[in-house]
């Protein structure tokens, strides 16, 4: 098999650690983002050292998927260091949970920067590359609130269906060079994000999932596997929801 650079943006958080995992199993070289702040570079070395231990080799950089010249410097670095990305998985993103009555102004902008503008700062950097070379994957990270809408999440859900069109638009941009962009939805998913949730919210949350449980971080590295696969050059402009029936569409 081709072995292909990937880069996983949020590649240490909750999700993020799976995607990797699963891509460096598909043999892939790996490289994983994370926001830098003290506390996500000991997080995230942490993570690399836990992944090392199963013979999983990543590489970290930090970067803020919100500010465009960090994307754009972080491509050139890794394409010069490493070679051209071939993969890319838009995964970070932010809550900043309030009903729109108590929803400041920096919250709704916050997540706009890292959950929408990231879209465009990060594909803008690869996607004439990708085209060139006749070959890319591009999974945009979504959600199951950017589908059905979210009590509390005006910002998210605006950001997460946002991703839809972006989606849909580079699709058709990308179908005739060999590149495909497509989205993941996750539902509600095991993870440090979600158990912010306040405990009784998420457990009514819950009850509303047909499958009766939380899902896991694996079980969206699978969809997003499938999509970056070599075999998967006709799956393009789609969304994939994996949210245990939450909603269906
Ligand atoms: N529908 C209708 N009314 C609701 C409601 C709902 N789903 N949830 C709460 N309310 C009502 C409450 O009953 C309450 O009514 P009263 O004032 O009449 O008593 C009022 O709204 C205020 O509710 P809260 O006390 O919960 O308000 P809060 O300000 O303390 O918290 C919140 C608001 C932060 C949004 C909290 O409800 C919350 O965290 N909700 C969950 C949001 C959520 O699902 N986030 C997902 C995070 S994970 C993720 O995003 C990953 C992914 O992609 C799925």
């Known amino acids: 098999m081709t072995q292909r650079i990937a880069v996983v943006t949020g590649g240490t958080g909750g999700l993020g650690v799976a995607m990797c995992e699963a891509m460096c199993q598909q043999g892939h070289k790996v490289i994983a983002t994370y926001y830098p702040t003290d506390e996500t570079e000991k997080q995230a070395k942490e993570q690399q050292a836990e992944l090392q231990k199963m013979g999983t080799e990543i590489l970290l950089f930090p970067l803020d998927v919100a500010d465009f010249d960090s994307c754009k410097s972080f491509v050139a670095t890794v394409e010069a ?87 849909r638009s ?32 998420l457990e009514s949350i819950v009850q509303g999932i047909p499958v009766g449980r939380l899902g896991r971080p694996e079980e969206i590295a699978r969809a997003v596997a499938f999509l970056t696969a070599e075999e998967a050059g006709f799956i393009t402009g789609t969304n994939l929801s994996v949210n245990g029936g939450q909603y269906m569409s």
């Open 170 to 201: 580079i699709a058709q941009e990308g179908a005739r060079k060999g590149v495909t962009v497509n989205a993941v939805s996750p539902g509600y998913i095991d993870t440090p994000m979600v158990r912010q949730v306040p405990e009784n919210v």
């Open 81 to 167: 260091e490493i070679g051209p990305i071939d993969i890319l998985v838009n995964n970070a993103g932010i809550t900043r949970d309030a009903p729109l009555k108590r929803m400041e102004h920096q919250q709704w902008q916050d997540v706009i920067d890292t959950n929408l503008s990231s879209m465009f700062n990060m594909s803008k950097q690869v996607f004439d590359g990708m085209c060139n070379r006749g070959w890319g994957r591009i999974v945009n990270i979504s959600s199951l609130n950017g589908e059905k809408g979210q009590f509390g999440q005006a910002n998210y859900a605006a950001t997460k269906a946002g991703i839809y069109g972006f989606t």
